[in-house]
């Protein structure tokens, strides 16, 4: 009996697997967006969409140097991110301490930390107002508590977007 339950749970798993291979599913256990299932599709570079971002140069540095993103298959050698965009070319982009607004209209709990979880001081561009050029985006982690977004490390380029993701399965929080 216990070798039908271990044969019925190997092959369980390795349908899920297969599966998940065939359909670029990734698992997200972050604060970033909701826990669960994604399916990686091609970004969609609009207001509101979840995309999968690839960091470089300072930003992929410092995302490694303090453990914010584990190893993986962006050319930094780290994982891909996921973050919402919340601003796209052409929209006026403005931080402060109190916060981030787009085109005038504040975005809740957006305020700029000082310290990150582990009491390490946080960068982030210079504050005032900009207007994002061609091929750039302003992204957001659904956490703004946690989430080390476009608030600390700026605009990414669509280059560094690879992906979109799809939710499949989330858990409700």
Known sequence: MRVRIVVSILAASALLVGVGLALDVRVNWTASMPRGLYQRIDPVLKRDAWV????EGEAAHIAEAR?????????????????RVAAVPGDRVALSPAGVRINGEPVAASELKQIDSRGRPLEHPSEGELVLA???????GMNAEQSWDSRYFGAVSAQQIIAGAKPLWT???
Request: overall charge neutral; aromatic content about 12%; glycine content about 12%.
């Open 52 to 55: 999968a971002i690839c960091l």
């Open 134 to 140: 061609d091929g750039r985006y302003f992204v957001l």
């Open 67 to 83: 453990g914010y993103v584990i190893r993986g298959t962006c050319p930094s050698g780290l994982t891909p991110i996921f973050k």
């Open 171 to 173: 858990l409700e929080e």
